[in-house]
């Protein structure tokens, strides 16, 4: 699984806040590393040098193999609070499309030869 973290010019501490992000996210994500190939999430202040809650916004995107990309988004005052949530959400998104197509992939096909129908 690999795992991009982006983070916007108005956080401060890239660095060390990429590298915590990189672990969490290996940690919490583990169980899905053959079924997710990458990982990005984007780590933004939506109001630079502004006040208010709310303002730190975590987006998280999961490709999955074989499937269409899964997105969630968590807001938050604190920028651990945002990854966390957004980590949550994302666990939880897996989970569930996951769950989803493994249930189709054991289902029998409805499709049987023609000498099966009962007449």
């Known amino acids: 699984m690999q795992i991009q973290v982006n983070a916007s ?7 060390a806040l990429e590298r915590w992000a990189d672990a ?3 940690d919490n994500l583990s169980r899905f590393i ?3 190939t990458r990982v990005e999430v984007h780590l933004s202040d939506e109001t630079t040098g ?3 809650g ?6 998280m995107e999961a490709r999955l193999a074989h499937h269409q990309p899964v997105a969630v988004t968590h807001d938050a005052p ?3 609070e945002a990854f ?3 980590a949550g959400k994302l666990k939880r998104l897996l989970e569930h499309t996951l769950a989803k197509l493994d249930h189709k992939r054991d289902r029998e096909s409805i499709r049987k030869g023609a000498d099966v129908i009962p007449e």
């Open 9 to 15: 010019n108005g956080i401060e501490n890239k660095e």
């Open 24 to 26: 969490e996210i290996k």
């Open 34 to 36: 053959e079924d997710v």
């Open 50 to 52: 502004k006040s208010g």
């Open 54 to 59: 709310g303002d730190k916004r975590c987006i």
């Open 78 to 80: 604190m920028l651990d």
């Open 84 to 86: 966390r949530g957004a």
